[in-house]
């Protein structure tokens, strides 16, 4: 079965359909997903690596959380204060989770800051409202899975840097507001090899990334 995408916290239906063959004949079953929900009434929207990375919202310029990306999934909203409704929601009914662990403030109803994952450690993030199951606990829920090396060693590396030279001044003023801010790191992934103590092949392997903000957060490891 091809052209099937599997997403995060999906149930995904696919029918196929057998016919009965000797031994003189060859049986080739092919469907497509469908692009059309007919499991449940969930509502949700999944953003990639590469949407969550080139979306032109300037969160990286305020803050180093890819959470500010939420606000481009239809259903979210996000008031001056930074609190986020989803589906009409409160900031309480939304569930937050990084690899299957909950990441949610419960001081704050909200997101943990220092639980955030770098942008460039982001393989999916999804955003589902609506009809929750029940292990979800609540009405909307937030999921970010990270990524994972493979049998090839691979890596990156970013810069996202603003200063106000390289802005215009603003019409009606004599002088630029000073702004300095650089956001960058990079990224390092593979296979993990033991010689002669585990065979490592599709098995064991690691992801490290490393991002530092000046004039922001202080630097983190991932």
Known sequence: MTDITLE????LRADMELQVSDTQQTVS??????TVNTENGTIGDTKK????VEIPMNYCGGNDSPLAALVAVPGVQQDSSG?????GGTSAQIRYSVDGTSTVNIRQNGALANMNPSSELISEMKVTQFNNNAEFSQMADVTIITKS????FHGS????????????TTWG????????YNTFGGSFSGPVRLPHIHPTTDRTFFFADY???????????F
């Open 149 to 152: 090396g493979t049998n090839r």
């Open 83 to 87: 609190n986020v409704s989803i589906g």
């Open 211 to 221: 991002e530092v903000t000046v004039g922001g957060s202080p630097p983190r490891w």
């Open 49 to 52: 690596f590469n949407q969550v």
């Open 173 to 180: 003023f004599d002088v630029k507001p000073h702004k300095a």
């Open 157 to 168: 590396a970013f810069e996202y840097l603003q200063n106000s030279a390289f802005d215009a």
């Open 29 to 34: 079953v092919e469907a497509d997903s469908t």
């Open 8 to 11: 995060a916290r999906q149930q």
